[in-house]
């Protein structure tokens, strides 16, 4: 297993359309996060899935966002009307849970969004 | 609330040269802290994780030491390489919102100078 995979890495699009954006985790780990990285900025945590559950959203999560995993494998992260704010680095996570584990996270190469 | 903060937000050091790189976390009810490294327009590489109970971690030219009580992570980088150049993260996993989360600071943009 080479790691944790996002495709796109970079997408154009255009304000107003729709984009999607998918992760496949580290195979054998069952929890899977997603983050946003503004320019000059660290991550900022948007949401995260346990299998296939998905167990907690932030604020800055609007409704205009939509993540889904259901498999418990590859997650997509869909943000509809996109606006140039949307305009970032989506990072995706992974970690397993084995007993007395880390919980550490293995970040993927990320999907650079620009909204014109 | 936790917040990290990263000093200096960017640093410019000839080739060769000893440096640190410092964070600090407003809440010291931490259950790890980690640093990262960022290259441009990549996602971000592990380098060193300090669980709670641990004082440091090394790994290879890095050492990382923590201070819970004080609040504060430094990231040693000895005989800096061009190689080295990269933005660096400090995230601390702490309790928000009834779960652990990873909450990054801002960065320190490191540039090493042939």
């Known amino acids: 297993d080479t790691g944790v995979s996002q495709d796109p890495r970079h997408k154009i699009t255009k304000r107003g359309q729709n984009v999607t954006f998918r992760c496949d985790p580290i195979?054998?780990?069952?929890?899977l996060y997603w983050y946003r990285q503004t320019l000059g900025q660290g991550p900022e945590f948007l949401t995260y899935f346990q299998n296939e559950a998905q167990l907690e959203k932030s604020r800055l999560l609007s409704d205009r966002f939509s993540a889904e995993r259901p498999k418990g494998s590859f997650s997509t992260l869909e943000i509809q009307r996109t606006e140039q704010g949307d305009s970032a680095m989506y990072l995706c996570a992974s970690s397993s849970r084995p007993s007395g584990g880390t919980l550490e996270q293995y970040f993927g190469p990320g999907t650079r969004l620009t909204v014109t | 609330k936790q917040e990290v903060t990263q000093i200096p937000a960017a640093l410019s050091v000839p080739e060769g040269e000893n440096l640190v790189l410092n964070c600090s976390f407003t809440d010291s009810a931490i259950y790890n802290l980690q640093w990262f490294r960022q290259d441009p327009g990549k996602g971000l590489t592990s380098l060193l994780l300090i669980q709670s109970s641990q004082r440091e971690q090394t790994s290879g030219r890095l050492n990382a030491s923590l201070d819970k009580s004080s609040g504060r992570s430094t990231l040693y980088i000895a005989a800096s390489q061009p190689g080295d150049s990269a933005t660096y993260l400090c995230?601390?996993?702490?309790?928000?919102?009834?779960?652990?989360?990873?909450?990054f600071g801002s960065g320190t943009r490191l540039l090493v100078r042939p």
């Open positions: 195979s054998e780990h069952n929890r």
């Open positions: 995230a601390v996993k702490a309790l928000m919102d009834s779960s652990y989360k990873l909450i």
